[in-house]
């Protein structure tokens, strides 16, 4: 396959970015989206040029390092998928494809498609720590956790904090990453000891970050590799409401 990219370049985080065209030859459809980049990478490098920056840790959808904009789309066009799961399979012979880092104002570009997410990081500090007793090993059966709660609680740890969500929307949020973390720990027995602490100090450091707020139109879910509802975000307002009545 022949695919024609269309990149955005930027030396540095001050520095005016553009789009540059590039022509990925011989690209195969088993290749994954990163591996093409790197093949032009390789060619790039043996003309002395500068590679394209972009973050990759695990290839495998787990780590939640990689992202950026394929076609407009956070991640891409496969649904539950990160970019390092988009295989050019997906695209046919010819086609060109738009490549672009996350948009959002907290989240900076620091070089081509390499964003700076440690504001999703910061949020999580805020949460602070969870009290548990860390003394010998527990019998199993000491803290008895619901079968929905167990899951639903999983299913909130399943975020991967890649920042897509944030990219998606429109009001550029970040309340499905943090209605999940929020919603992991409100649901187990382990997090209730600092339950409303943690929901006013995470709230506020996502407004303090610059993220805008949800106006439930759903984009984050559409592309969240994990599939995260929104009613994390309903969950997350509900916890919020509750703690507020109770603020000092
Ligand atoms: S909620 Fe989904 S899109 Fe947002 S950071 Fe977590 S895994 Fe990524
Ligand atoms: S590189 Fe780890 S999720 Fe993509």
Redesign the pocket.
């Known amino acids: 396959m022949r695919i024609f990219l269309k990149v955005w370049r930027q030396a540095a985080p001050d520095a005016r970015g553009g789009f540059v065209d590039y022509t990925a030859e011989h690209v195969s459809p088993d290749m994954s989206f990163l591996e093409m980049l790197d093949v032009v990478n390789e060619g790039l490098i043996a003309q002395g040029q500068d590679p394209i920056a972009f973050d990759?840790?695990?290839?495998?959808?787990?780590?939640?390092?990689?992202g950026f904009m394929v076609g407009g789309i956070a991640h891409g066009p496969d649904p539950g998928t990160?970019?390092?799961q988009l295989h050019m399979r997906r695209f046919r012979n010819d086609d060109r494809i738009v490549v672009e880092p996350w948009r959002a104002r907290a989240f900076p570009v620091l070089k081509d498609l390499v964003v700076d997410r440690s504001a999703l990081d910061r949020i999580i500090q805020a949460g602070g720590y969870t009290s548990i007793n860390v003394g010998g090993a527990q019998d199993g059966n000491a803290i008895l956790v619901s079968k929905t709660a167990s899951d639903q609680a999983m299913d909130s740890a399943a975020c991967?904090q890649?920042g897509a969500c944030v990219a998606a929307c429109k009001n550029a949020s970040a309340a499905l990453f943090t209605g999940a973390k929020i919603t992991h720990l409100a649901l187990l027995p382990q997090g209730q000891p600092e339950r409303a602490t943690r929901v006013l100090a995470m709230v506020d450091r996502h407004d303090a970050e610059g993220f805008g707020s949800c106006s439930n139109e759903g984009e984050c879910e559409a592309v969240c590799p994990k599939e995260i509802p929104i009613t994390n975000i309903a969950r997350m307002n509900r916890e919020y409401f509750r703690a507020s009545l109770t603020r000092g």
Do not use: A, F, Q
Request: with cysteine.
């Open positions: 990759s840790d695990c290839r495998e959808g787990i780590c939640g390092t990689c990160t970019v390092c991967i890649c």
